[in-house]
């Protein structure tokens, strides 16, 4: 209850006769500030992405910071799509893509009809087909969304206006025509904090359907977590930068709380997440009955053989995920345990799964007195040719996407070229390395990914 009305005053806090000003207007001074690259960083974010207006144009190659220019539906109501029939792009950004007409009304098409471009596994699905599409979802992709004002642009399918497309800098912060007018005696008035859009129920109840979580409700799961007294989202998570592409998002690791040694045997090159922060959410595609594509903010584990749909309750015509008599929830074993084992072809049971999971981090302690040194999750597999001229190859491996920059340096440590800046999301990549411009002699590649870097060395012989 205190969360809600925590968001109730924070919405409730006039503007005091501020106006918004625009993120450009942001940049001028925290291009650099209180970080290098901090403003390219929030750009790069998925918060300003959450809608573009194309205004029946092509967009630019280069719109969207880590993906292309996202294909159109084959056809919306028996029509076939061309950019000149859409008004706005929602997302295209990691997860899926959704697209409005010239009138301001999503695309749902027909039965039959796929209108959701999903990201992640570059297929389509149907999105509510059948219904008109109305855009009401301002609140949490626009800034300075006001419900009440007239349609943006006038287009009949929006619900509301707002100041500015996309989750944009004065959306948390607050309008901020005062503080660029003397930052310095008027500071930023403040604005939202994460709750208010990373929520899905007004009682913050776990809204549970389709065999997963549904998506943006992060809040209400940390809310019944055993984390909820103890941290925020900015505990570990910086909001300015991009979490699912790794560019340095996540600030904090689970082993910088939780020390000593909790490793289980056979299992030490399991991550914590992969156990207690399961993929049980779903946003747009799910791999696996058990494995969706967003982590739970749960973070306990139930570990009696209880299923998913049996941890659930019905209120009208709504499910919603279980607490325990302490307001508590947990994640249960069938995403803890069984995603990962079905995905390696281990037939595992949730009573075989129980069995194991009691006090596991005692009964099946590891052996190994700390966390083995392991192998950076951004690995620099060869150069080939090396030596070389005019052209080598660069092979790269990720075990999740990032936003891989790749730059070559001469002996005295100097920046000579840059070789790639851009996402690339998991698995095997070739870069190619041009050796124009550069004289004979041996140079340092490197190589980054949000926190991580990996170096390597070539030759230039001409």
């Not at 106006?19 to 901090?38: E, K, L, M, R």
């Not at 994460?194 to 799961?221: I, L, N």
């Not at 069984?338 to 009964?363: K, P, R």
Request: with cysteine; aromatic share 8%.
């Amino acid at each position: 209850m205190m969360k809600q009305v925590l968001l109730l005053l924070v919405a409730a806090v006039p503007a005091l006769a501020q106006t918004y000003v625009g993120d450009a207007s942001c940049g001028i001074c925290h291009a650099n500030y209180p970080t290098q690259g901090f403003f390219e960083g929030y750009q790069n974010s998925g918060h300003p992405w959450k809608i573009f207006r194309t205004q029946g144009n092509v967009p630019a190659a280069d719109t969207w910071p880590h993906t292309p220019v996202p294909p159109l539906p084959t056809s919306v109501n028996g029509a076939p799509v061309a950019w000149s029939d859409v008004e706005y792009v929602i997302g295209n950004y990691f997860w899926k893509t959704r697209f409005m007409n010239r009138q301001g009304f999503i695309m749902t098409g027909v039965t039959g009809e796929t209108t959701q471009w999903n990201n992640q596994n570059q297929t389509w699905s149907p999105y509510n087909p059948g219904t008109a599409g109305t855009f009401n979802c301002g609140a949490c992709h626009t800034t300075g969304y006001d419900v009440n004002g007239a349609s943006q642009h006038g287009l009949p399918g929006i619900i509301g206006s707002w100041a500015q497309d996309g989750i944009r800098c004065e959306a948390c912060h607050g309008p901020g025509s005062l503080h660029i007018s003397n930052p310095v005696s008027n500071p930023m008035p403040g604005g939202q904090e994460c709750a208010a859009c990373h929520y899905r129920d007004a009682s913050f109840r776990m809204p549970w359907g389709g065999g997963f979580m549904k998506h943006h409700q992060q809040s209400e799961e940390m809310a019944h977590s055993a984390h909820a007294e103890a941290l925020t989202c900015a505990s570990c998570h910086d909001p300015h930068k991009s979490t699912v592409y790794n560019d340095g998002g996540m600030t904090t690791s689970c082993t910088d709380c939780h020390t000593g040694n909790y490793l289980v045997a056979g299992m030490e090159n399991v991550g914590c997440i992969e156990c207690h922060m399961p993929k049980f959410g779903k946003s747009a595609i799910s791999t696996s009955q058990y494995v969706g594509d967003v982590r739970s903010h749960l973070f306990t584990i139930l570990t009696e053989p209880v299923s998913a749909a049996n941890n659930t309750y019905t209120e009208g015509s709504s499910t919603f995920w279980n607490q325990d008599g302490e307001g508590k929830a947990h994640a249960t074993l069938d995403y803890a345990c069984l995603g990962c084992h079905l995905a390696i072809g281990d037939d595992l049971t949730l009573e075989e799964a129980a069995t194991f999971a009691a006090n596991i981090h005692q009964n099946h302690a590891s052996p190994v007195g700390k966390a083995p040194e392991r192998p950076s999750s951004l690995r620099l597999a060869g150069i080939f040719p090396n030596p070389f001229n005019p052209v080598s190859t660069v092979k790269l491996e990720l075990d999740k996407p990032y936003i891989i920059r790749v730059h070559a340096y001469d002996m005295a440590g100097r920046m000579v070229k840059e070789v790639h800046n851009g996402p690339m999301r998991a698995g095997e990549h070739e870069v190619k390395l041009d050796a124009e411009g550069l004289a004979s002699g041996t140079y340092l590649l490197k190589v980054t990914g949000g926190s991580e870097a990996v170096t390597g060395r070539f030759t230039v012989m001409k």
